[in-house]
C-alpha cells in the first residue's frame, strides 16, 4: 500500500466567514439541491421507460449540479489523490460515510453506480421515486444475515450488469474522528464474487457536517486506495484490510488538515 504525502499538498488559506454568511451561503445552497431534486426526480420517474444509461444519466447531472453548486455557494472544492487506482472495469467499492457529498461525489465520478442503501430511503419523494430506477440494492438493515444474502446475489449481479457496486461498510454516517464497526456484506461479497474491492477515504464531514445545515469553505481530500484482491482471501481478511487502510489514511488526512488549518491562519 502507498505511502500518499497529504501533508505535501498545497492549502489555500480561506478567510474565515460570519456566521450569518455561513447560514447565507447554506442555505442558497439547500434551496438549489432542493428544486434540482425535485426537477431530476420528476424526469427519472416520468422517463421511466427510458432505456437504464439514460435514467442513470439524468442522475448523473444531478450530482454534478450540486457538486458545482456547493462549490458556487458554500466554496467546498474536492482534490483526488489516487486515482491511478481505479480500475477500467466495475469493481466492489468501500468509502468511509461522513456526509452527504460522498454520494453525490462517487456517484457522478464511478459510473454507472449501484448504491447499498436503507430500503427508507425509497420511501422518501422525488428523490426515492427516483433511486428506485437507478437499481440500488435496498436493504433492511435488521434483517441480518437475509440482508447479507440480498446483497451478494443483488451485488453479482449487478457487477455481471456492468455496475460498481458502493457499499459504506460502517452502515451510517459518522463524525469525523469516529470509528464504527464495519459490516461483512461488501467483504463477503468480494468473497464469493472474487471481485476486488476498491477502498477509498476522504475527509467531507469536516466541511459538510452529517447533522449540521451549516457548510464550511475548504477543500475535500478524496483518497482512492491501491485495489485489494480478493481470490483467496477470507472476508473477515478482506474486512480487515479495507478497515485498516481506510482508517490509516484517514488519520493522514486528518492530520493534514490540521496542518493545513494551521498554516491557512498563520498566513491570514
Not at 447554506?26 to 420517474?45: D, E, R
Not at 421507460?49 to 450540486?66: E, G, I, T, V
Not at 422525488?126 to 437475509?146: C, H, Q, Y
Amino acid at each position: 500500500m502507498n505511502d500518499l504525502r497529504f501533508d505535501s499538498l498545497p492549502t489555500r488559506a480561506v478567510a474565515k466567514p460570519a456566521v450569518v454568511e455561513l447560514w447565507v451561503r447554506s442555505l442558497l445552497f439547500s434551496l438549489g439541491m432542493l428544486l434540482s431534486t425535485v426537477v431530476c426526480g420528476l424526469a427519472i420517474v416520468l422517463g421511466f421507460a427510458l432505456p437504464f444509461k439514460r435514467r442513470y444519466r439524468l442522475s448523473q447531472s444531478w450530482s454534478r449540479f450540486n457538486i458545482w453548486w456547493l462549490r458556487v455557494t458554500c466554496r467546498i472544492d474536492y482534490r483526488v489523490s489516487g486515482a491511478e487506482h481505479i480500475p477500467d472495469r466495475p469493481v466492489i467499492v468501500m468509502a468511509k460515510h461522513q456526509s452527504t457529498w460522498e454520494t453525490l461525489f462517487l456517484q457522478q465520478y464511478l459510473q454507472p453506480t449501484a448504491w447499498v442503501v436503507k430500503r427508507e430511503l425509497l420511501w422518501l419523494p422525488f428523490f426515492g421515486w427516483a433511486l428506485k430506477l437507478l437499481r440500488p440494492i435496498a436493504i433492511d438493515r435488521r434483517a441480518g444475515s437475509s440482508a447479507v444474502k440480498q446483497v451478494i446475489r443483488q451485488g453479482i449481479e449487478h457487477l455481471r450488469r456492468g455496475q460498481w457496486i458502493l457499499i459504506f461498510p460502517e452502515g451510517t454516517r459518522t463524525a469525523p474522528g469516529v470509528r464504527k464497526r464495519y459490516g461483512m456484506g461488501g467483504a463477503v461479497l468480494a468473497a464469493r464474487s472474487r471481485c476486488p474491492i476498491l477502498p477509498v477515504a476522504h475527509n467531507a464531514g469536516e466541511f459538510w457536517p452529517r447533522r449540521g445545515f451549516l457548510k464550511r469553505p475548504g477543500t475535500v481530500q478524496v483518497v482512492f486506495g491501491p485495489l485489494i484482491a480478493s481470490e483467496g482471501r477470507s472476508p473477515q481478511e478482506l474486512n480487515w484490510m479495507t478497515e485498516t487502510w481506510i482508517e490509516t489514511t484517514m488519520t493522514r488526512i486528518g492530520r493534514a488538515t490540521q496542518i493545513g488549518r494551521a498554516s491557512c491562519r498563520e498566513r491570514v
